[in-house]
């Protein structure tokens, strides 16, 4: 990780046109800490000349052709953009989202971001609360999405291969059954957004995106950055409440080595302070949450966003009220979403303020993420932030 500035603070050429490109992208977020591994240049390069693996230590996009090596592209030499267009840790990303979204930016006291309400809800339908994590919200927005044609798909994190595996990888789920399918936390990365490519080989036109905060400002900064039409099919952005992800050999190297915990013989895993785990003969485990910490994955480590910030829904399992979702609204759409739900019986809610404690944990997490945005880097999301990097 670089300890030096990037060259400029500002989002566009002196010319006043964009003309940031690979280069500037490898230099100032893929090599210096900042890369979160959201893939949204991934699926933004219009040439396909952008990889991205996942796999243990990886999680990282990186550049396929050999002509000018790894740090650099043909395509972004002769004019080509949309990498940077698309990255939501380039230079002004926070506020050029936040203006997108709520036509201004964040204020120092609104840590946790812009939003409009905060609410505890759950699902009504008993189905979808069982297979649902902390109360199934995530589980109800996405079928009532799709019963109700807002949504003719969804970008979300599958299980690879038998579901006992607990590998994670992108899909797209476009019915009830494939949206449960997915269902649960597993803790480890999935970006999401690379599923993309398979709904727009589907032909669908019309997304949501769930994903942690990382990947919920891609389709903001696109937007306000007019990458051009691989943003429009998001229509709605679903963020999860995240200080951070683990690497995928947490499950053999600490799981198991130490604990014996076979991840093909686990059935549910919750963090409530501490690493929750439940196994299928019936035993329940907790592992301290400071012996994962060598397992957390690269790209969280200087990620500021606790709170999924540029989402139109926020949710996460968090406070005293286990089997509710706090939930976080923070656009218009997001508010028209859970008051039509409501209105059809399939939510229940209850006033944020039931569980002060899940909103006290949160902006103080939200403080802490911030935190560890490095003071060389875009300064505006650490506003609110004294402590130095």
């Excluded at 669908?204 to 769930?210: G, I, Q, R, S």
């Excluded at 969280?300 to 009220?321: K, V, W």
Aim: with cysteine.
């Amino acid at each position: 990780m670089t300890d030096t500035a990037p060259p400029a603070s500002t989002s566009k050429a002196a010319s006043g046109r964009w003309t940031f490109q690979w280069k500037e992208l490898y230099d100032e977020v893929i090599t210096s800490g900042l890369c979160t591994g959201c893939a949204g240049c991934v699926i933004a390069c219009p040439h396909d000349v952008i990889g991205y693996k996942h796999e243990p230590g990886a999680y990282k996009p990186y550049h396929l052709e050999d002509e000018l090596g790894v740090a650099n592209c043909i395509h972004g030499e002769k004019g080509c953009t949309s990498c940077t267009r698309a990255c939501p840790r380039f230079r002004a990303w926070e506020t050029e989202a936040d203006e997108h979204l709520f036509g201004r930016t964040r204020e120092a006291d609104e840590i946790s971001g812009i939003y409009k309400d905060i609410l505890l809800v759950r699902a009504s339908d008993d189905g979808v609360y069982e297979r649902g994590q902390d109360g199934g919200l995530v589980s109800a927005i996405l079928i009532w999405c799709l019963e109700n044609d807002i949504i003719d798909g969804a970008l979300v994190s599958m299980l690879e291969g038998d579901a006992a595996g607990w590998k994670a990888r992108p899909g797209v789920a476009t019915n009830a059954e494939e949206v449960l399918a997915g269902a649960g936390s597993r803790y480890t990365y999935s970006a999401n957004t690379v599923a993309f490519t398979e709904a727009r080989e589907r032909g669908l036109e019309n997304l949501a995106l769930v994903g942690m905060s990382c990947q919920t400002s891609i389709a903001p900064v696109m937007w306000h950055r007019k990458v051009g039409k691989v943003s429009r099919p998001i229509k709605l952005n679903i963020g999860l409440l995240c200080s951070k992800s683990f690497d995928d050999s947490l499950f053999d190297e600490l799981f198991w080595l130490k604990y014996g915990l076979a991840k093909e013989d686990i059935v549910k895993m919750n963090i409530k302070g501490v690493f929750q785990v439940w196994m299928r003969n019936g035993d329940y485990h907790e592992i301290n949450l400071k012996e994962c910490h060598a397992w957390t994955r690269e790209g969280c480590n200087l990620c500021p966003d606790f709170a999924a910030e540029h989402a139109d829904i926020s949710t996460g399992g968090i406070g005293e009220q286990t089997d509710w979702t706090l939930t976080v609204v923070r656009t218009d759409l997001g508010r028209a979403i859970i008051e039509a739900m409501i209105s059809d019986g399939v939510i229940e809610t209850r006033p944020g303020d039931d569980d002060p404690g899940a909103i006290k944990l949160m902006h103080r997490l939200a403080a802490k993420s911030r935190e560890r945005w490095p003071s060389w880097a875009n300064p505006e999301a650490r506003v609110g932030i004294t402590s130095k990097a």
